[in-house]
């Protein structure tokens, strides 16, 4: 079934950070000054899959297709690196211990800014709006968080859904899975009634018309691309570009080419 994806969300206002021009050395920064952890290259490390974010895509030489991936692509094209891309544990990236361990310089994963989160990595400005919601099969009976009394509801580890449904569906059997692709394989199967999860990502899982999102929750989330802490530099780099981007359009583009905009 062709369901229509999201309407235009609102997106966070940049700051205008304008991108530095220090010259680059052989100590592992970019013409723009920014270290990271391969000379020439901008690591990225994501959840995978978290479509229509980041998914596998064997076709490409990068091996990932996804919204995450185009916005990370684009910058890294504007700081002259090659982006190399990962996959992940959400879990080590929300954390920090990723990229505290010199895994990856950038964590690109639909990751929400925390005042948590912040204590152990810093984020560029937000670049995406999201909500909650509530993912049933077509044929459930659940219309409504306040139906998730006594009923196995899956959520994963380490995200803001997890939080919300712990503090908001009294009752509910929470199940945790370290990703999205096990989340759905046990409502698939039977093994959990609902999902509560980013909006776009169930949205992602009613094409087939199999399950409905029955409820979406306003949480005035951000997403933000996460960075090594003390790493300034970079975070003003990713910022300059994210700014570049807005005022010429690329973003937009990007944007219209996952979400249907109204």
């Known amino acids: 079934m062709n369901m229509k994806r ?76 090659k982006l190399s891309y990962q996959d992940s544990s959400f879990d080590a990236l929300q954390s920090g211990q990723a990229l505290n361990a010199g895994q990856c310089d950038l964590a690109a994963s639909a990751m929400t800014i925390t005042d948590d989160r912040k204590k152990n990595i810093d984020f560029s400005e937000g670049y995406y709006d999201s909500k909650q919601s509530l993912l049933v099969p077509a044929d459930s009976d659940i219309a409504a968080i306040g139906d998730l009394d006594g009923v196995k509801v899956g959520v994963q580890q380490g995200t803001t859904g997890k939080t919300y449904t712990e503090e908001n569906a009294d009752g509910a059997e929470i199940v945790t899975f370290p990703s999205d692709a096990e989340m759905f394989q046990a409502i698939k199967a039977g093994q959990v009634d609902a999902l509560l999860q980013d909006l776009p990502v169930n949205l992602d899982h009613t094409k087939d018309g199999k399950f409905k999102v029955v409820e979406t929750y306003d949480t005035d989330e951000q997403y933000g691309l996460a960075i090594k802490k003390g790493n300034s530099q970079l975070v003003e780099d990713v910022n300059g570009a994210l700014e570049e981007m807005h005022k010429d359009g690329t973003y937009d583009d990007i944007y219209n080419k996952y979400f249907e905009v109204e």
């Open 6 to 81: 999201l309407p235009a969300l609102a997106v966070a206002t940049l700051a205008a950070l304008a991108l530095s021009s220090c010259g680059s050395d052989d100590s592992g920064k970019t013409s723009t000054g920014a270290n990271v952890i391969k000379e020439g290259t901008l690591t990225v490390c994501s959840d995978v899959p978290y479509p229509p974010f980041e998914d596998f895509d064997k076709s490409s030489d990068l091996g990932f297709k996804g919204f995450d991936v185009d916005i990370v692509n684009e910058i890294a094209e504007r700081l002259d690196l």
